[in-house]
């Protein structure tokens, strides 16, 4: 079972250095003034990168889209992994993403965009600039929910607001909600990790497959 950590308020800087100072000075001729801490096992979404110069040719004819910054969830967008149970949230203890999930979701939506064949793919340097569409992201929701009590298994949820807006005038052309929930076998970061990489996957290749349907028509 895995052992949760409730998120707690950071003490301020001048506390911090107040602290650090009186037990410097406490510490006499000790070497070090760090202890020993426990190992954090770190993640990461297990999603190849793709060569775009190797991505398979369009069908039909292609378009670029300019990906607007992404909004992520509060409390979900560090690479703390982030739980809910009910309404109390907490983060999983001993277990990090490598960098932080905003980061890991913004490449994940790259590497979406550049394994797919359909018409569209995420401007490139410059080419961005003359892309027709922009998609825009708002994450809500990026966690493992508990649904069944703190010992069950969880459930992996992803839920993404996503909008496609016309370069040229600033006109919304399309927007969505966007949900996947991935019920992983047990209750252990182990099976918890590749729900997240299946989730993501999962929205990822929808969000793709309808940017490139809406795109393609409001360029008709």
């Given at each position: 079972?895995?052992?949760?950590?409730?998120?707690?308020?950071?003490?301020?800087?001048?506390?911090?250095?107040?602290?650090?100072?009186?037990?410097?000075?406490?510490?006499?001729?000790?070497?070090?003034?760090?202890?020993k801490v426990k190992a954090v096992q770190l993640?990461?979404?297990?999603?190849?990168?793709?060569?775009?110069?190797?991505?398979?040719?369009?069908?039909?004819?292609?378009?670029?889209?300019?990906?607007?910054?992404?909004?992520?969830?509060?409390?979900?967008?560090?690479?703390?992994?982030?739980?809910?149970?009910?309404?109390?949230?907490?983060?999983?203890?001993?277990?990090?993403?490598?960098?932080s999930a905003a980061v890991l979701f913004d490449?994940?939506e790259s590497h979406a965009f550049d394994r797919?064949?359909?018409?569209?793919?995420?401007?490139?340097?410059?080419?961005?600039?003359?892309?027709?569409?922009?998609?825009?992201?708002?994450?809500?929701?990026?966690?493992?929910?508990?649904?069944?009590?703190?010992?069950?298994?969880?459930?992996?949820?992803?839920?993404?607001?996503?909008?496609?807006?016309?370069?040229?005038?600033?006109?919304?052309?399309?927007?969505?909600?966007?949900?996947?929930?991935?019920?992983?076998?047990?209750?252990?970061?182990?099976?918890?990790?590749?729900?997240?990489?299946?989730?993501?996957?999962?929205?990822?290749?929808?969000?793709?497959?309808?940017?490139?349907?809406?795109?393609?028509?409001?360029?008709?």
């Amino acid at each position: 079972m895995i052992r949760l950590q409730a998120p707690r308020r950071l003490p301020t800087r001048g506390a911090v250095l107040a602290a650090g100072l009186v037990f410097a000075l406490g510490l006499g001729g000790c070497v070090t003034l760090f202890p020993k801490v426990k190992a954090v096992q770190l993640y990461r979404f297990d999603v190849a990168a793709v060569d775009p110069a190797t991505r398979a040719p369009a069908d039909g004819d292609g378009f670029s889209v300019f990906r607007s910054p992404t909004s992520f969830a509060h409390g979900a967008d560090s690479d703390r992994i982030l739980t809910a149970t009910g309404d109390e949230v907490a983060y999983i203890a001993d277990a990090r993403w490598i960098t932080s999930a905003a980061v890991l979701f913004d490449e994940a939506e790259s590497h979406a965009f550049d394994r797919s064949s359909g018409p569209a793919h995420l401007g490139r340097r410059g080419e961005s600039l003359n892309a027709p569409v922009a998609l825009r992201l708002d994450v809500d929701a990026f966690e493992a929910r508990y649904l069944d009590g703190p010992a069950a298994p969880p459930t992996v949820v992803i839920e993404i607001r996503a909008g496609l807006t016309r370069t040229a005038d600033h006109q919304l052309i399309a927007s969505r909600i966007f949900e996947v929930r991935k019920k992983v076998a047990d209750n252990r970061v182990g099976e918890i990790v590749p729900g997240f990489d299946a989730a993501l996957s999962d929205v990822m290749d929808q969000i793709v497959t309808w940017t490139g349907a809406e795109g393609a028509k409001a360029r008709s």
